[in-house]
């Protein structure tokens, strides 16, 4: 295959034709001046022949007369013969002439389109090579040479190999044969070429063999330069296989679902994750056939919103693959309208089974550290819990001793000794609901979400609360909204967060003496559809340099305290969907306030 050398095309001269054509005009002229001196010749020896004549017959007047006549005759005849050979010689120079300044005119344009053309395949911007059947350059254009670095002569006369690289030259010799072998037919191919600096060049080579006047074959060769498309595709190419890796070692795959096809377009690790072999596409009913069963339906739910809707969408589901494990898996997508204004989404898939598995045991983990948690709090407040079992019971041991003095009465009352009997069982119930509220404290089932009532919750935490409270002197004032809304939540788990905010707040006012302290839980239902709730105390207040840490896990101000109560209200709440916040008080005191949202139908799904 011969490099991209000029198609030399050998201009001939056109000298020739306008000197033919004067040899001619000359040649036609000569002919018409011979015919004229003929005639003269004819009329001069017409006169001989009447001097002949009138000699002969003497002075005779009948004969002298008859050679006058003849004289003039043949002079007349002469004359008009003459005059109609000027006439025709005219004509036929007129014609000659405007036919040779045709030629001329003809000629003149021949050699100017000559002239255009050869300037055009000279430096036109596509290389043109021509070679002989042993592959030795013939021609080559100055464009195509100097964009190999050479000059024409460095080239002509060279193998055309000198311009290939040395692993690519079996190739060349290849290509040229199937040219050779296939004549008038044009055959194309890609390939480097080697400049004369060492540098490549890309070219597509387009190549025909023409048989010549001479019967010689020769290949005709146009080069198109292709280096940047070729560098664009190894470019491309080296990014797709980046980004192959890159999704490899991310466990992220890649999409695009056209909504108007259903037609769903997966990368190479997007098939990987769900375990399916590499296909040109993919329908919807595949991807739901490995959705774990208990998903699918949520998440066709958000395919038929995305598709409808045409707005982005993210959501988590489970895979359930052939083996019988699962996979979690997190998929994101984008809504772009394409070329025809259907709505296509391009999107991501990420494997998260690994992360879920460590979340899992990080909520285990923390888990436990709230159960420890919930246990330190309540053998703190042994005392009140003790105080509050007690009273019940207290209440239920007098009301027996009544109970019976009333049925050992002469006549007994047993009207009184039934109402004594409703007391004690309502005490006895009572004493129940507190000793069952410590003993769901202290489990450590998993957590169970299901729809709360907030102001509920507030009330059971107190109920264990109210000889705290007395016995630290704090005042309770409670600020309940009545129609709050109901939240999705661990009824244990919240009932840490308050008991711990309540327990904080009776700590941070035992310094306070010389102001009541008053601790005050406010209930509000948000405009964004969240639940507030505030604990208010007026206590020492935040330090303003422990603000940032107030939170970290094992960070205390408390002498005795371990430094986890709070970090571990903060990831209750988070896991929640709601956030924990503090901040201080206009007045004395410091106010933790956290959010949960409000219930919506579809949080169970």
Not at 190 to 198: H, Q
Not at 218 to 231: G, Q, S
Not at 488 to 509: K, P, Y
Not at 557 to 568: D, E
């Given at each position: ?80 013969m003459m005059r109609v050979l000027a006439g025709a010689r005219r004509q036929m120079e007129a014609a000659i002439e ?102 490549a060049l890309w070219v597509r080579e387009n190549a025909k063999a023409v048989r010549q006047l001479d019967n010689r ?74 959705i774990h069963p208990d998903d699918r339906a949520r998440a066709q739910q958000t395919i038929d919103r995305a598709s ?298």
């Amino acid at each position: 295959m011969l490099s991209p050398l000029v198609v030399v095309i050998v201009w001939p001269r056109s000298a020739g034709p306008d000197v033919k054509s004067a040899a001619m005009r000359k040649q036609t002229l000569k002919s018409w001046r011979s015919t004229e001196h003929s005639l003269i010749g004819s009329m001069v020896l017409a006169l001989l022949a009447a001097a002949c004549t009138w000699f002969v017959l003497g002075p005779a007047i009948a004969g002298y007369l008859v050679a006058i006549v003849l004289l003039i005759g043949l002079l007349l005849a002469s004359l008009i013969m003459m005059r109609v050979l000027a006439g025709a010689r005219r004509q036929m120079e007129a014609a000659i002439e405007g036919r040779a300044t045709a030629e001329q005119r003809a000629i003149e344009a021949l050699r100017e389109s000559e002239a255009q053309w050869k300037e055009v395949f000279e430096h036109n911007p596509v290389m043109y090579f021509m070679v002989d059947a042993n592959g030795v350059v013939l021609s080559v254009n100055s464009f195509g040479a100097a964009q190999l670095g050479y000059v024409v002569d460095e080239l002509r006369g060279q193998s055309v190999l000198k311009v290939f690289f040395e692993e690519d030259r079996d190739l060349v010799l290849k290509s040229v044969d199937v040219c050779l072998t296939n004549i008038g037919q044009t055959h194309s191919w890609e390939i480097r070429k080697v400049r004369k600096d060492g540098s490549a060049l890309w070219v597509r080579e387009n190549a025909k063999a023409v048989r010549q006047l001479d019967n010689r074959l020769i290949v005709l060769i146009a080069c198109e330069d292709i280096t940047e498309r070729k560098e664009a595709e190894n470019a491309l190419r080296q990014s797709e296989s980046y980004l192959a890796e890159a999704q490899r070692l991310s466990h992220t795959g890649s999409f695009g679902w056209r909504v108007a096809t259903s037609e769903i377009v997966w990368s190479e690790e997007t098939f990987r994750i769900f375990g399916y072999d590499k296909a040109p596409s993919v329908t919807l009913d595949k991807v739901a056939q490995r959705i774990h069963p208990d998903d699918r339906a949520r998440a066709q739910q958000t395919i038929d919103r995305a598709s409808r809707d045409g707005k982005d969408f993210n959501h988590e589901y489970r895979l359930l693959m052939p083996n019988g494990s699962v996979k979690y898996v997190h998929a994101t997508a984008h809504a772009v309208i394409d070329a025809s204004g259907d709505i296509e989404f391009v999107g991501a898939v990420t494997d998260v089974t690994a992360s879920k598995r460590a979340e899992e045991k990080l909520h285990e983990a923390q888990a436990e550290l709230a159960h420890v948690a919930r246990v330190t709090a309540l053998g703190e407040l042994a005392a009140s819990i003790a105080h509050e079992v007690n009273q019940p019971l207290t209440a239920v041991v007098a009301n027996a001793a009544a109970c019976l003095r009333w049925l050992n009465r002469e006549t007994p009352n047993l009207e009184e000794a039934r109402s004594t009997v409703e007391s004690i069982i309502k005490d006895g119930d009572r004493a129940g609901d507190v000793i069952q509220r410590v003993r769901a404290m202290v489990s450590t089932t998993a957590d169970q979400k299901v729809q709360l009532h907030v102001n509920e919750i507030i009330n059971e935490v107190i109920t264990l609360l109210q000889h705290e409270l007395f016995s630290h002197g704090v005042s309770l004032r409670m600020e309940l909204a009545p129609t709050l809304g109901s939240v999705l939540g661990d009824r244990i788990q919240l009932q840490q967060v308050v008991l711990n905010l309540v327990i904080n707040g009776i700590e941070a006012m035992q310094p306070v003496m010389d102001r009541p302290r008053e601790l005050v839980i406010r209930t509000v239902q948000a405009k964004d559809d969240q639940i507030l709730v505030m604990v208010r105390d007026c206590g020492i207040g935040l330090a303003v340099e422990n603000a940032d840490r107030l939170y970290d896990a094992f960070f205390t101000t408390k002498s005795g305290g371990m430094g986890m109560g709070l970090s571990i209200c903060r990831s209750i709440v988070e896991s929640h969907g709601g956030r924990l916040s503090a901040s201080g008080n206009v007045g004395p005191g410091a106010t933790f306030q956290f959010s949960l949202p409000l219930y919506q139908e579809d949080d169970s799904l």
